[in-house]
């Protein structure tokens, strides 16, 4: 994959790097970003969740509107846009010591920083051709991860010292990022062709009833949707519960999650390959039942060294399930509307982050801590359950998607 790398045109080699850097900066902060508010406000496991699901809608809403910019003003405007507001809005989130404050500047940040997020996959689809693109965002993927085994480790030697240089490195990865893409990486975006117009606003809207009727494809986003739920709470809830149950240290949470991301890194074209020899949805229902153990364990587990073995439980269904469930979403869609159906793919990830935190810091806030981890083994067993069902009920499907490909 790393040789693969240094045969791809400079521009995307460019912005392989700048990702990680930028990458790198909210690795460094967000795992800690829960414990940062609990302690600096002083409020409730709740309203911690709220302030996530204030950012996500944040997030939400700014994707929508970077995707359309976009293609309107270009990858590069918007991506440079997008960095410079995430850097000034961690500065900003870094020094406020008002609650009202930061949940308003939150909600913006999330909007504002996401903005740049559709142009840097526009990118890479821009700069490299269609035999290229699934290699190029595998690449991209892994730079990512790499960022995420560093990351937490640096973020948790920083942390004990000081929360506020968490937001300005955040700030100044970004920063760095945005001099990188604005010297270096030139705007991608192709010409309009001769006679074009952007008219697609009404055909687009009306494709994507088409896939809301693909009740099939539906249940299946409803039932992952279940395990976004789930694994949201490792990069949330799960530090601030380790750290307040158990006195878990900052650093070491930053080594708890880099063992998440480098077993990634290693092991997941492996595993991946490995999987995609069996019917995908049983192979999804066993990685799920991975979830089940691990989240569950937290539950239940003290001692340091089952921390990170449910982490590695937790990890290992993340490699089985999540590739192969974006490459299921794939085969569901017809070719003409294979672009319709895996956005709508990407909206059953949107939905769950707007309340998945806010209902873990509920039930922890009424029900205690570890009550957070049962139901996270609940929910994974039910979802285990609904891919098991949906293996009867789509396995002619994709038979004959299977054999049309053939």
Do not use: C
Request: aromatic share 16%; glycine share 10%.
């Amino acid at each position: 994959m790393f040789k693969k790398y240094f045969q791809y045109p400079k521009p995307f080699k460019i912005l392989v790097l700048a990702t990680f850097i930028d990458r790198l900066g909210g690795f460094i902060l967000f795992p800690y970003f829960s414990i940062y508010v609990y302690h600096r406000f002083g409020i409730t496991w709740t309203e911690v969740g709220l302030m996530f699901t204030m950012f996500s809608a944040g997030s939400l809403v700014g994707s929508a509107m970077g995707g359309a910019f976009a293609d309107k003003y270009g990858r590069r405007l918007m991506l440079l846009f997008g960095l410079i507001s995430s850097a000034m809005g961690s500065i900003i989130l870094g020094f406020l010591d008002n609650i009202i404050l930061f949940y308003i500047v939150g909600a913006i940040l999330g909007m504002l920083g996401d903005v740049g997020g559709p142009a840097r996959q526009a990118m890479v689809t821009d700069l490299l051709g269609k035999e290229k693109q699934a290699e190029g965002f595998g690449i991209l993927r892994v730079a990512v991860n790499l960022s995420a085994v560093a990351g937490p480790i640096l973020g948790g030697i920083i942390a004990t010292r000081s929360f506020l240089l968490l937001f300005i490195i955040d700030a100044i990865g970004s920063l760095i990022t945005a001099v990188i893409v604005y010297t270096i990486i030139p705007e991608t975006k192709p010409e309009l062709e001769i006679g074009g117009h952007n008219d697609s606003l009404i055909k687009t809207i009306k494709g994507y009833k088409e896939v809301l009727k693909d009740w099939q494809y539906i249940l299946f986003l409803a039932i992952s949707a279940i395990t976004v739920i789930v694994y949201m709470q490792l990069n949330s809830t799960l530090s601030l519960f380790l750290f307040k149950y158990h006195g878990f240290p900052l650093d070491m949470f930053g080594y708890l999650l880099s063992t998440n991301a480098l077993m990634v890194v290693v092991f997941q074209f492996w595993i991946t390959k490995k999987m995609s020899k069996y019917a995908p949805m049983k192979v999804i229902a066993l990685g799920v039942f991975f979830y089940i153990v691990g989240f569950g364990m937290y539950g239940f587990i003290s001692e340091v060294y089952l921390f990170f073995i449910a982490m590695i439980i937790i990890t290992i269904g993340e490699m089985i399930e999540m590739p192969l469930a974006m490459s299921v979403a794939g085969t569901f869609a017809p070719e003409d509307k294979r672009g319709r159906y895996m956005a709508v793919f990407g909206f059953h990830w949107a939905i769950p982050n707007l309340f998945a935190v806010l209902i873990a810091g509920l039930i922890g806030d009424t029900l205690g801590g570890r009550w957070i981890w049962y139901f996270a083994g609940i929910l994974s067993l039910i979802a285990v359950i609904g891919f098991l069902l949906l293996h009867r009920i789509t396995k002619d499907r994709f038979v004959s998607n299977q054999k049309s490909t053939d």
